[in-house]
């Protein structure tokens, strides 16, 4: 057969669904291949949007995503989002063309080193030079795609490879069962645990990733440990949980930072040092850290674990939950009154009855009219704060936020394909102004694939994350603010359907409108981000952790 042919069997194989990109006339033979295979091409607008998405496919379904981009300036467009995968933990494949390696037709026109360029960038980068190699490296490219951590890989196939006549068939997939934890590391885990006075249970990124929640639910009520998240851990455990101690949206001086100052031992299951920390360490050893996590953790200035417990983590959790046994020694009384704080002055905040609407009340409002299953994807600025913040995520992966590269951009395409493999659940995403321009694009992309989907565009009319931030460094207002298209009309361009919120409580009344309307909504929000001063810097520093 064709390599091309072979190079989509060998897709077909791994069990892909769908292929997200543009393609070029590089392309043109695994276009063709793909014209009559069972995988469906998502054709995009920019392949950002396609890199973006296919981050998604992996991160909801465990499975690798792919997208596909033409050589050259379609290549490097991919740049950040394999970067936005590696450090997310998100298995995505990226395939890339380019013009024949046996024989020049145009020269160096277009051509880049794209396999090179992509090396830092993903977990194993390749030329295929030969069709009867397409069986191997496909297989390998998926294996370590997926394997912990999950990330981005790619192959670039040249035109006239792809044209090659080769008998070579797909590789058998293989599961990998992931090792445990020895039972000296648990039972030593268990001791630590034991004599701590007020542990407390930190859940991050690897534990969202890995289908853990039944078991770490399990291991709190077994225990009464309280817990807490990290943002990209958030919805692991059902977050009206009388436990919860609320998520890490900044790195020190919340509410919660009370707790983990007071706590003498963090369990932290499935943290990477990739997202921003939750909290420090210091060489007083005043504060212990146990690691749990698919691998060993990745030392730095402010995160050096003193025990670190390996391996699959359903497993692991299971384990410890089998050990531990509920201590006298343990003192939870001020968990328990920070909770109280917490709940007063992050969850259940009077919100001022001003136009336009504060960040909490927006949250609030979004919070209260989605349903539990909703999945909510976020674009990066100051809102994302906020969401995370005061939000709370009822299951897990209902929340698609990025802390770790925090690129603006995918807030639209992550929610196109959270769409598309979730049909029949109500899907939303929150974008800034600055962020949705970068991709609105997509738009089309939503339109065409006749999606039942919200956007929440949050108008500020600038950069105003960096804004604040040149705010409170005591800079000159400079250089952040812009001009905006008016919204509705842009969104009914695409033929979608435009809406704008112009008073207190439209928000609600036109959101609870748009999710029984199936089409895709654009929903423009005013904000007034003045609260940023007010409470996440004035508030935060008057609070004395003395509850």
């Given at each position: 057969?064709?390599?091309?042919?072979?190079?989509?069997?060998?897709?077909?194989?791994?069990?892909?669904?769908?292929?997200f990109?543009?393609?070029g006339?590089e392309?043109?033979?695994l276009?063709?291949?793909?014209?009559?295979?069972?995988?469906?091409?998502?054709?995009?607008?920019?392949?950002?949007?396609?890199?973006?998405?296919?981050?998604?496919y992996g991160?909801?379904?465990?499975?690798t995503?792919?997208?596909?981009?033409t050589l050259?300036?379609?290549?490097?467009?991919?740049?950040?989002?394999?970067?936005?995968?590696?450090?997310?933990?998100?298995p995505?494949?990226?395939?890339?063309?380019?013009?024949?390696?046996k024989k020049?037709?145009?020269?160096?026109?277009?051509?880049?080193?794209?396999?090179?360029?992509?090396?830092?960038?993903?977990?194993?980068?390749?030329?295929?030079?030969?069709?009867?190699?397409?069986?191997y490296?496909v297989r390998?490219?998926?294996?370590?795609?997926?394997?912990?951590?999950?990330?981005?890989?790619?192959?670039?196939?040249?035109?006239?490879?792809?044209?090659?006549e080769?008998?070579?068939?797909?590789?058998?997939?293989?599961?990998?069962?992931?090792?445990?934890?020895?039972?000296?590391?648990?039972?030593?885990?268990?001791e630590?645990?034991?004599?701590?006075?007020?542990?407390?249970?930190?859940?991050?990124?690897?534990?969202n990733?890995?289908?853990?929640?039944?078991e770490?639910k399990n291991?709190?009520?077994?225990t009464?440990l309280?817990?807490?998240?990290?943002?990209?851990?958030?919805?692991?455990?059902?977050?009206?949980?009388?436990k919860?101690?609320?998520?890490?949206?900044?790195?020190?001086?919340?509410?919660?930072?009370?707790a983990?100052?007071?706590?003498?031992?963090?369990?932290?299951?499935?943290?990477?040092?990739?997202?921003?920390?939750?909290?420090?360490?210091?060489?007083?050893?005043?504060l212990?850290?146990?690691?749990v996590?698919?691998?060993?953790?990745?030392?730095?200035?402010?995160?050096?674990?003193?025990?670190?417990?390996?391996?699959c983590?359903?497993?692991?959790i299971?384990k410890?939950?089998?050990?531990?046994?509920?201590?006298?020694?343990?003192?939870?009384?001020y968990?328990?009154?920070?909770?109280?704080?917490?709940?007063?002055?992050?969850?259940?905040t009077?919100?001022?009855?001003?136009?336009?609407?504060?960040?909490?009340?927006?949250?609030?409002?979004?919070?209260?009219?989605?349903?539990?299953?909703?999945?909510?994807?976020?674009?990066n600025?100051?809102?994302?704060?906020?969401?995370?913040r005061?939000?709370?995520?009822?299951?897990?992966?209902t929340?698609?936020?990025?802390?770790?590269?925090?690129?603006?951009?995918?807030?639209?395409?992550?929610?196109?394909?959270?769409?598309?493999?979730e049909?029949?659940?109500?899907?939303?995403?929150?974008?800034?102004?600055?962020?949705?321009?970068?991709?609105?694009?997509?738009?089309?992309?939503?339109?065409?694939?006749k999606?039942h989907?919200?956007?929440?565009?949050?108008?500020?009319?600038a950069?105003?994350?960096?804004?604040?931030?040149q705010?409170?460094?005591g800079?000159?207002?400079?250089?952040?603010?812009?001009?905006?298209?008016?919204?509705?009309?842009?969104?009914?361009?695409?033929?979608?359907?435009?809406h704008?919120?112009?008073?207190?409580?439209?928000?609600k009344?036109?959101?609870?409108?748009?999710?029984?309307a199936?089409?895709?909504?654009?929903?423009?929000?005013?904000?007034d981000?003045?609260?940023?001063?007010?409470?996440?810097?004035?508030?935060?520093?008057?609070?004395?952790?003395?509850?």
């Amino acid at each position: 057969m064709k390599a091309s042919d072979l190079f989509v069997k060998c897709l077909e194989n791994e069990g892909v669904e769908y292929i997200f990109g543009i393609p070029g006339e590089e392309n043109l033979d695994l276009l063709e291949s793909l014209r009559t295979s069972s995988i469906k091409l998502i054709l995009t607008r920019h392949e950002q949007g396609a890199g973006f998405m296919a981050a998604t496919y992996g991160r909801l379904t465990g499975k690798t995503g792919v997208c596909l981009a033409t050589l050259g300036p379609g290549a490097t467009n991919f740049v950040t989002c394999a970067a936005y995968a590696l450090l997310g933990g998100m298995p995505v494949l990226f395939i890339t063309g380019q013009k024949p390696i046996k024989k020049s037709k145009q020269g160096q026109f277009q051509i880049l080193d794209i396999v090179r360029m992509m090396k830092p960038l993903t977990k194993f980068s390749k030329q295929i030079v030969n069709g009867n190699t397409i069986p191997y490296l496909v297989r390998e490219s998926f294996r370590v795609a997926e394997a912990e951590k999950p990330g981005s890989v790619h192959l670039e196939l040249p035109e006239d490879i792809a044209a090659e006549e080769t008998d070579r068939r797909p590789f058998a997939t293989t599961e990998v069962v992931s090792p445990r934890a020895s039972w000296t590391a648990i039972q030593r885990a268990v001791e630590i645990i034991e004599q701590a006075r007020r542990p407390l249970l930190l859940i991050a990124s690897g534990a969202n990733r890995n289908e853990t929640h039944e078991e770490l639910k399990n291991f709190i009520d077994t225990t009464g440990l309280y817990f807490c998240t990290t943002q990209m851990g958030k919805g692991v455990i059902d977050e009206r949980h009388p436990k919860f101690l609320g998520t890490a949206a900044l790195s020190d001086s919340d509410y919660l930072h009370c707790a983990i100052k007071r706590s003498d031992l963090i369990i932290n299951v499935g943290h990477d040092v990739t997202e921003k920390p939750p909290f420090y360490m210091d060489e007083t050893g005043r504060l212990k850290v146990i690691h749990v996590s698919f691998y060993p953790a990745q030392m730095d200035d402010i995160y050096f674990p003193q025990h670190e417990v390996i391996g699959c983590l359903k497993t692991n959790i299971q384990k410890l939950t089998q050990k531990i046994k509920v201590s006298d020694h343990w003192d939870f009384d001020y968990f328990r009154r920070v909770k109280v704080d917490i709940d007063l002055n992050v969850y259940h905040t009077v919100h001022k009855d001003t136009f336009p609407n504060s960040p909490q009340r927006i949250v609030s409002e979004v919070r209260e009219v989605l349903d539990s299953r909703a999945i909510l994807s976020l674009d990066n600025g100051t809102y994302k704060i906020w969401f995370a913040r005061n939000y709370r995520a009822y299951e897990p992966k209902t929340m698609l936020l990025d802390n770790a590269l925090a690129t603006m951009g995918a807030g639209l395409p992550v929610a196109i394909a959270a769409k598309l493999l979730e049909p029949d659940r109500q899907v939303l995403a929150i974008c800034g102004d600055g962020g949705f321009m970068m991709n609105s694009q997509e738009m089309e992309t939503a339109v065409r694939l006749k999606l039942h989907l919200i956007v929440i565009i949050l108008r500020d009319n600038a950069y105003g994350m960096i804004k604040w931030k040149q705010a409170g460094g005591g800079f000159s207002d400079f250089g952040l603010d812009f001009g905006n298209p008016d919204f509705v009309k842009y969104a009914e361009s695409y033929g979608a359907k435009g809406h704008r919120i112009s008073k207190n409580g439209e928000l609600k009344s036109v959101l609870s409108h748009c999710l029984k309307a199936p089409a895709v909504h654009l929903i423009e929000v005013p904000i007034d981000y003045s609260e940023n001063e007010k409470v996440l810097l004035e508030e935060l520093k008057k609070k004395t952790c003395l509850i």
